[in-house]
T-cell receptor, first 113, second 114 residues
Framework: TQLLEQSPQFLSIQEGENLTVYCNSS?????LQWYRQEPGEGPVLLVT?????EVKKLKRLTFQFGDARKDSSLHITAAQPGDTGLYLC?????????????FGQGTTLQVKP | NAGVTQTPKFQVLKTGQSMTLQCAQD?????MYWYRQDPGMGLRLIYY???????DKGEVPNGYNVSRLNKREFSLRLESAAPSQTSVYFC?????????????FGPGTRLTVL
C-alpha cells in the first residue's frame, strides 16, 4: 500500500514567519499535488508538480518535487492569516491510470495576526 | 458552471437508517470519486468510477454502495448507517486523459450517525 506521510500535522505560527510542510513516501509518484482546504469547504488544487527536482512558485508559496519523485515540500514565506487552512498533498501512483490519488493526512496551519 | 455539487450539506441519522448522498458535476469529467474525511486521517477513498458504467472499491468501501447514474451523477448509499460512518463526505471528479489526475471537489456532506 502506498502511503504519503505529511509533517508536521499541526503548525501554529505568527504572521510574518516562514514555514515548511513536508510530504514523504517510500513510493514513486508520477505527479504530486498540493491542495488547500478551508473550514466547511472542499479541497482546492494549488499546484501540480510532475518532474523530479521541479520547483514551482505561487506568490509566497514554493513547491518542490524531490529528485526521485518520492517526496515534496511546501514552503510559505512571510505567512499571513489568510494562509490559515488545511494543506493536503496527494500523489498519483505511477502505475495507475484510473485517476486515483493517494492523500497525506494533512497539515493544519494556523497563522496568528 | 457550478463545478461539483453535493446534497445534502448536513444530515443526522439514527443507527440503522439508510440514506443516499448525491453528487453531480458539469465539467464533462469521466472519473468521479467518493471520499470520507476524518480528523487526522486526510481523505480516504471509498469508491470511484473511472468512467460511466464502471465502479470500483477504494480503501474503505465496507458499509457503502455507489451508483454511477450517468456521466454527470455519482451517488453514495449507506444501507444501514453506523456511528463509525460519522464523517464528512466529499465527492470529486477528474478529466479523462488528465495525466496529472487533478481532482475537483464538492463542498462536502457532514453526516452524523447517532
Amino acid at each position: 500500500t502506498q502511503l504519503l506521510e505529511q509533517s508536521p500535522q499541526f503548525l501554529s505560527i505568527q504572521e510574518g514567519e516562514n514555514l515548511t510542510v513536508y510530504c514523504n513516501s517510500s513510493s514513486v509518484f508520477s505527479s504530486l499535488q498540493w491542495y488547500r482546504q478551508e473550514p466547511g469547504e472542499g479541497p482546492v488544487l494549488l499546484v501540480t508538480v510532475v518532474t523530479g527536482g521541479e520547483v514551482k512558485k505561487l506568490k509566497r508559496l514554493t513547491f518542490q518535487f524531490g529528485d526521485a519523485r518520492k517526496d515534496s515540500s511546501l514552503h510559505i514565506t512571510a505567512a499571513q492569516p489568510g494562509d490559515t487552512g488545511l494543506y493536503l498533498c496527494a500523489g498519483a501512483p505511477g502505475s495507475s491510470n484510473t485517476g486515483k490519488l493517494i492523500f497525506g493526512q494533512g497539515t493544519t496551519l494556523q497563522v496568528k495576526p | 458552471n457550478a463545478g461539483v455539487t453535493q446534497t445534502p450539506k448536513f444530515q443526522v441519522l439514527k443507527t440503522g437508517q439508510s440514506m443516499t448522498l448525491q453528487c453531480a458535476q458539469d465539467m464533462n469529467h469521466n472519473s468521479m470519486y467518493w471520499y470520507r474525511q476524518d480528523p487526522g486521517m486526510g481523505l480516504r477513498l471509498i469508491y470511484y468510477s473511472a468512467s460511466e458504467g464502471t465502479t470500483d472499491k477504494g480503501e474503505v468501501p465496507n458499509g457503502y454502495n455507489v451508483s454511477r447514474l450517468n456521466k454527470r451523477e455519482f451517488s453514495l448509499r449507506l444501507e444501514s448507517a453506523a456511528p463509525s460512518q460519522t464523517s464528512v463526505y466529499f465527492c470529486a471528479s477528474s478529466r479523462v486523459g488528465s495525466s496529472y489526475n487533478e481532482q475537483f471537489f464538492g463542498p462536502g456532506t457532514r453526516l452524523t450517525v447517532l
